[in-house]
């Protein structure tokens, strides 16, 4: 079984829509959660960290649930520019070894 | 501006060939990681170094050899690389390796093994 495990897409969605990621991870010493984007032939860059409470920046929402070992991503109101692929990350508690999933590409069109 | 900075951002090298992979940064941060990442697969974790100390090897080929001479420098050894090892080479640092925190990636070096 693979340590995180995301479905991999393509999320094609119109421009306003609501889309939902989710990501589950097999290690249930992980600490730390986090979604990356990553543009097309860029480096990955911090979309939001996840924390037990859940969390929101702007249209986009976390959410963790240790119980079932899965976290999730909202995104309202889809953009044009949110098209990217999306990396659920993991963190165990000893060392700084980050752990990505495939990621989930999401296309959003006019 | 990003503060890990990656050199070469491309490099396209025979397998006979000799090169390394330089990154640095700007963050005062003291760990340091090489990713690789290849088309369609998930970013894989090769090395990390906390305070200059190799901390992680995660089961790399040993054609491949990283050198960390202080916290704010991380360089990756290529030699006799074969075409598979074509890949997006990611560097990234994080404050501290115990803390649990994000990591900040540098723009990647895009490597071609002819």
């Known amino acids: 079984r693979k340590e995180v495990e995301q479905d991999p897409g393509p999320f094609n969605v119109p421009e306003g829509a609501t889309v939902a990621f989710n990501c589950t991870y097999s290690?249930?010493?992980?600490?730390?959660f986090f979604w990356y984007r990553q543009d097309c032939r860029k480096e990955p860059k911090l979309l939001m960290s996840?924390?037990?409470s859940g969390n929101e920046d702007g249209r986009f929402t976390a959410q963790l649930n240790r119980a079932s070992q899965y976290i999730s991503l909202l995104i309202r109101d889809s953009k044009l520019s949110d098209s990217a692929t999306y990396l659920c990350v993991v963190n165990t508690l000893y060392g700084n070894k980050l752990v990505f999933g495939a990621g989930t590409i999401l296309r959003v069109k006019s | 501006e990003t503060g890990v900075t990656q050199t070469p951002r491309h490099l396209v090298m025979g397998m006979t060939n000799k090169k390394s992979l330089k990154c640095e940064q700007h963050l005062g941060h003291n760990a340091m990681y090489w990713y690789k990442q290849s088309a369609k697969k998930p970013l894989e974790l090769m090395f990390v170094?906390?305070?200059?100390?190799?901390?992680e090897n995660n089961s790399v080929p040993s054609r491949f050899s990283p050198e960390c001479p202080n916290s704010s420098h991380l360089f990756l050894h290529l030699h006799t690389l074969q075409p598979e090892d074509s890949a997006l080479y990611l560097c990234?640092?994080?404050?501290?390796?115990?803390?649990?925190?994000?990591?900040?990636f540098g723009q990647g070096t895009r490597l071609t093994v002819v």
């Open positions: 290690n249930s010493a992980s600490q730390s």
């Open positions: 996840v924390y037990s």
């Open positions: 990234a640092s994080s404050p501290d390796r115990e803390l649990n925190t994000e990591a900040f």
């Open positions: 170094y906390n305070f200059k100390e190799q901390t």
